[in-house]
C-alpha cells in the first residue's frame, strides 16, 4: 500500500506548503491539518509539545507513528527515503551548501520576508485589528536586505545553489511566492528580473502547480 503521511499544521504556512511540495516531488501522498491521532490540536497543546517541544509547525507523522519536525529535517529525511526528484547533490561539498542556503532561508529570509513583513498583514495587531503600518514600514529594509542577498545568490543560474533544483528551492518558494502575491510586498519584487524568473520558473514545477495556489 502506498505510504501515507500527515502533515501538522495548516495549508497556509510556508513551512507546510514546503513539505507539501517536497512531498509532491516524490509522489508522496499526504494529509494535512491541526490534528494529531485524530484528535484537534492547538499550537502548544501538550500533544503538540509531544512532537515539536517548540511548538511549531511542521511536524511529519510517519504511518508508524513516529514523527519529525523542523522543515529541514523532514525534507532531508523524505530525500533520503525515496526516489524521485534528489533534493541534496552527492558532492559533499556541494550538499553542505545546499544545507547552508536551506538554513539561511529558513532562519533570516523567513524572519524578514515572513514573520516581520508578510504577518503583519495577515494577523494585524493593531488597533481594532488594523495593520501597524509603522511595523510594516520598519521591517521593508530587511526585506529589501533579503531580496539582496538572494539575488545575488541566484546571480545567472537556474536555481538558489547553482543549476539543480534542491531542498533550498523547496524551502524558498512558498516564501517567495507570498510576498510576490502580495500588493506592496510584489513592487518590493517588482523590475527584479531574476529572482522574478526564478519564481516562475519554480512556479511551473508540477509540484508547485499544486501546493503554491
Ligand atoms: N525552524 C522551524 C520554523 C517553523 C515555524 O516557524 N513555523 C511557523 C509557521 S510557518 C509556526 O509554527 N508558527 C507558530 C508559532 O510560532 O507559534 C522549521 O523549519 O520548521
Known amino acids: 500500500m502506498e505510504t501515507q503521511f500527515k502533515i501538522l499544521g495548516p495549508e497556509f504556512s510556508t513551512?507546510?506548503?514546503?513539505?507539501?511540495i517536497a512531498c509532491e516531488e516524490k509522489g508522496l501522498t499526504y494529509r494535512y491539518g491541526m490534528k494529531l491521532n485524530g484528535e484537534p490540536v492547538n499550537l502548544g497543546d501538550k500533544a503538540h509539545l509531544a512532537v515539536h517541544p517548540y511548538g511549531k509547525i511542521p511536524v511529519l507523522i510517519l504511518e508508524d507513528g513516529r514523527s519529525i519536525c523542523e522543515t529541514a529535517a523532514i525534507l532531508r529525511f523524505?530525500?533520503?527515503e525515496f526516489s524521485g526528484t534528489a533534493f541534496l547533490p552527492e558532492d559533499h561539498f556541494e550538499r553542505a551548501q545546499v544545507d547552508q542556503w536551506s538554513n539561511l532561508i529558513n532562519i533570516y529570509a523567513d524572519r524578514?520576508?515572513?514573520r516581520q513583513y508578510l504577518l503583519e498583514f495577515v494577523f494585524p495587531k493593531?488597533?481594532?485589528g488594523t495593520v501597524r503600518m509603522d511595523k510594516v514600514e520598519a521591517a521593508i529594509p530587511e526585506v529589501k536586505q533579503a531580496i539582496a542577498k538572494l539575488t545575488a545568490q541566484l546571480g545567472s543560474n537556474e536555481y538558489i545553489c547553482g543549476n539543480a533544483f534542491s531542498m533550498a528551492d523547496i524551502m524558498l518558494a512558498p516564501m517567495l511566492d507570498?510576498?510576490?502575491r502580495h500588493p506592496q510586498g510584489g513592487?518590493?519584487?517588482?523590475?527584479n528580473q531574476a529572482l522574478l524568473t526564478?519564481?516562475?520558473r519554480l512556479r511551473q514545477r508540477?509540484?508547485?502547480?499544486?501546493?503554491?495556489?
Open 112 to 114: 524578514a520576508i515572513v
Open 126 to 128: 493593531g488597533e481594532g
Open 78 to 80: 523524505l530525500d533520503t
Open 198 to 200: 526564478y519564481l516562475e
Open 187 to 191: 513592487e518590493l519584487l517588482a523590475g
Open 178 to 180: 507570498y510576498l510576490q
Open 206 to 213: 508540477p509540484s508547485c502547480k499544486k501546493v503554491l495556489i
Open 15 to 20: 513551512f507546510v506548503r514546503s513539505v507539501m
